[in-house]
């Protein structure tokens, strides 16, 4: 039947192409010279599936604006296509609110160097950017500013938090175990102070991404690293103060902007193009393209890429998608992506700063299962880190992109006494028990002596575990693994360096990657999602409700480096 269909659907487009070449030869004399993009909020790597619904990472947002970069994916289309224009000079790029990770800034720069290096023009305008917008911005040949703006150009903060000073003057009494002195989790509850390794872990991931900032800022303005840092240490600035100082090429305001590139004025456009502001997006730019590029339907179904999501906590049970990765959940989308023929091969995205010791080996397990029957590439986006990296250690081939937390191979177990606090509150509770460590998770009262011993046990067998599965994953010993271990946390970078991944590298790399294994021929492929849930989660309610204290495998450095929400961004 699709040998049927196809043709009939593919001969329509024809059709339609053929119908409306009067029209597109007439307005291809008047194609623009510049075209606009707008790059807002945090583009997904590609556009929304047809067939299944991706998360907002990857698609699966509103109808947007015209000239909206919708995805990664569609941008670098784009550019290619307006690249082979002898016509088009180059294009504006108006940035407003970008909030994008490190990977996908450096994917952005990337397709802009590749622009220009075809002899095209870039042009960057926005209102206000910070640190990561102007990075973007310094890729382009013309940094403008609305005279309104503001460049917060003002490096990098981490704020961490210690609650046990406060926890205690409520009457809450932290007891917690952890393996390893760098497993840093538990202090948010334990100490009234931040450690000097806590200190230590965030001003490592400080410097990295400093240096990165000063490389590429002296890139793109060509100046040197010490007139950036001085640069850096004045901010913020006002699009005076940017363009006396040399951070910016001009200003202007965004009314002015097709007369600056040489075009007419907004005023003087026609009525039907008052929505263009006065230069026109990629959509109007194809309808005046003679043969506009075409998406023919393949007579073959095109191969599959399974995705599975592992975002953040991860805990028991189903989870809540986008917020916490439950281990039923994302384990079921495992064996559906394994059991679908037509899926050539999965990519575990894993942006997790881990949870859940036991829902985390249950992935773990699952992960190995489906790697039996195909390719399986892990891809560490921003996070993977402690349990998150016990998921991702079975997969054949584990990536990471540069600035990824990675690492923190060690646990913690403990639970909240509160009964001088409801002693405070006139809540009086009485524990009666029938075994010596029946009462051993109940928030009445402490640990004995006994019950610590018992806790100190489980943690190390869970931890000599954890040493097992990095071990085996990675083909060293315990010994070595130990040594990188008890909780320590390291930058993809140094991660790669370590042996603790395979691959630095964006995204799409890692698809291709994965497709390439299954022996795919290189073309295109369709992403498909598995997983899915709602939102709404704390590691403070992880640890408070549940009947036991269980024991985790978790990163607090992640939140601290990254604003990590729980997972909501599939990225």
């Known amino acids: 039947m699709r040998f049927l269909i196809i043709p009939l659907i593919n001969l329509l487009v024809l059709l339609r192409v053929l119908l409306g070449l009067p029209f597109r030869l007439l307005g291809a004399r008047s194609r623009p010279a510049y075209v606009r993009f707008r790059l807002a909020g945090e583009p997904p790597y590609r556009e929304r599936s047809r067939r299944s619904r991706l998360p907002p990472s990857l698609g699966g947002q509103g109808r947007p604006e015209p000239a909206t970069v919708t995805s990664l994916e569609s941008f670098r289309e784009a550019l290619a296509l307006l690249a082979k224009d002898p016509k088009v000079k180059g294009i504006l790029l108006i940035l407003e609110d970008l909030e994008v990770p490190p990977a996908k800034q450096e994917a952005l720069v990337k397709l802009l160097g590749d622009f220009r290096a075809a002899g095209k023009r870039v042009v960057a305008w926005a209102v206000g950017v910070d640190n990561v917008g102007y990075q973007v911005m310094c890729a382009a040949d013309e940094v403008l500013l609305s005279p309104a703006g503001r460049l917060d150009l003002m490096g990098f903060a981490a704020e961490a938090t210690a609650l046990g000073e406060g926890l205690g003057r409520l009457g809450i009494k932290a007891h917690f175990f952890r393996r390893g002195a760098y497993k840093t989790a538990p202090e948010l509850y334990t100490h009234a102070h931040v450690s000097d390794i806590q200190r230590q872990t965030l001003e490592s991931f400080l410097d990295e991404r400093y240096v990165d900032l000063v490389d590429s800022v002296a890139r793109g303005r060509r100046r040197t690293p010490e007139e950036v840092r001085a640069w850096i240490d004045a901010g913020p600035y006002s699009p005076k103060r940017a363009a006396a100082a040399g951070l910016i090429d001009g200003m202007c305001d965004e009314a002015d902007l097709p007369a600056r590139l040489g075009g007419e004025p907004e005023g003087k456009k026609d009525d039907e193009d008052e929505d263009d502001e006065g230069l026109e997006p990629m959509p109007m730019y194809r309808a005046?393209?003679?043969?506009?590029?075409?998406?023919?339907?393949?007579?073959?179904?095109?191969?599959?890429?399974?995705?599975?999501?592992?975002?953040?906590?991860?805990?028991?049970?189903?989870?809540?998608?986008?917020?916490?990765?439950?281990?039923?959940?994302?384990?079921?989308?495992?064996?559906?992506?394994?059991?679908?023929?037509?899926?050539?091969?999965?990519?575990?995205?894993?942006?997790?700063?881990?949870?859940?010791?036991?829902?985390?080996?249950?992935?773990?397990?699952?992960?190995?299962?489906?790697?039996?029957?195909?390719?399986?590439?892990?891809?560490?986006?921003?996070?993977?880190?402690?349990?998150?990296?016990?998921?991702?250690?079975?997969?054949?081939?584990?990536?990471?992109?540069?600035?990824?937390?990675?690492?923190?191979?060690?646990?913690?177990?403990?639970?909240?006494?509160?009964?001088?606090?409801?002693?405070?509150?006139?809540?009086?509770?009485?524990?009666?028990?029938?075994?010596?460590?029946?009462?051993?998770?109940?928030?009445?009262?402490?640990?004995?002596?006994?019950?610590?011993?018992?806790?100190?046990?489980?943690?190390?067998?869970?931890?000599?575990?954890?040493?097992?599965?990095?071990?085996?994953?990675?083909?060293?010993?315990?010994?070595?693994?130990?040594?990188?271990?008890?909780?320590?946390?390291?930058?993809?970078?140094?991660?790669?360096?370590?042996?603790?991944?395979?691959?630095?590298?964006?995204?799409?790399?890692?698809?291709?990657?994965?497709?390439?294994?299954?022996?795919?021929?290189?073309g295109r492929f369709e992403l498909q999602l598995y997983g899915g849930g709602e939102r709404g989660f704390s590691l403070l309610k992880l640890l408070l409700g549940n009947v036991r204290a269980g024991v985790y495998a978790f990163c607090p450095t992640a939140w601290s480096l990254l604003g990590f929400k729980g997972g909501e961004r599939f990225e």
């Open 288 to 522: 005046r393209l003679p043969w506009p590029p075409v998406r023919w339907r393949p007579l073959r179904p095109k191969p599959r890429l399974g995705v599975v999501p592992v975002s953040g906590m991860i805990v028991p049970g189903k989870g809540t998608p986008g917020r916490a990765a439950g281990s039923d959940t994302v384990v079921k989308a495992l064996r559906a992506a394994g059991r679908n023929r037509r899926v050539k091969a999965v990519v575990l995205y894993v942006a997790s700063p881990g949870g859940s010791a036991v829902a985390s080996e249950l992935i773990l397990e699952a992960v190995q299962r489906v790697a039996k029957k195909k390719p399986v590439i892990a891809f560490m986006d921003q996070v993977a880190a402690s349990g998150g990296y016990m998921a991702a250690l079975g997969a054949r081939e584990l990536w990471a992109t540069p600035h990824a937390v990675v690492g923190s191979i060690g646990v913690f177990a403990g639970k909240f006494d509160t009964s001088e606090l409801m002693e405070k509150l006139g809540v009086h509770r009485t524990l009666i028990t029938r075994g010596e460590t029946a009462g051993m998770y109940s928030s009445a009262r402490g640990f004995t002596e006994h019950e610590r011993a018992l806790m100190e046990v489980e943690m190390e067998e869970t931890y000599q575990a954890f040493l097992e599965h990095v071990a085996k994953a990675r083909g060293r010993t315990k010994e070595e693994i130990h040594a990188l271990g008890e909780g320590r946390v390291y930058s993809g970078t140094r991660a790669l360096g370590l042996g603790l991944v395979d691959k630095l590298g964006g995204f799409e790399e890692a698809c291709r990657r994965a497709m390439e294994l299954a022996k795919v021929p290189a």
